[in-house]
Nanobody, 122 residues
């Protein structure tokens, strides 16, 4: 199984990026998929998560109203649309795949991607 993120980059404050998470060796539609981020020296933070069957979606308070998670099952992809980006959104962003409780528990991720860097600066 291979989980791969893409779409990171450098953007000015107020800008937008769309991160993509794809997988080989499994169908994402049968799993919960979360987006996490980490800044050096800080703990990894769950940004958003969508459960299997899409019956629950959550967002960190810091990104509510600005970020949106979605799936495209035909393409076996999960996306994170990030709008109104702020310098404090700068981080390495990781895609995580696992059972639905990864969206609420602090454990249980079965597969991690290697990350994609998002930098927000003037």
């Amino acid at each position: 199984v291979d989980v791969v993120e893409s779409g990171g980059g450098s953007v000015q404050p107020g800008g937008s990026l769309r991160l993509s998470c794809g997988a080989s060796g499994l169908r994402l539609e049968y799993f919960a998929v979360g987006w996490f981020r980490q800044v050096p020296g800080k703990e990894r933070e769950r940004v958003s998560c969508i459960t299997r069957n899409d019956d629950s979606i959550n967002y960190a308070d810091s990104v509510k109203g600005r970020f949106a998670i979605s799936r495209d099952n035909a393409k076996n992809m999960v996306y994170l649309q990030m709008n109104s980006l702020k310098p404090e959104d700068t981080a390495e962003y990781y895609c995580a795949v696992g059972p639905s409780f990864i969206c609420t528990a602090g454990y249980g991720v079965e597969h991690w991607g290697k990350g994609t860097l998002v930098t927000v600066s003037p």
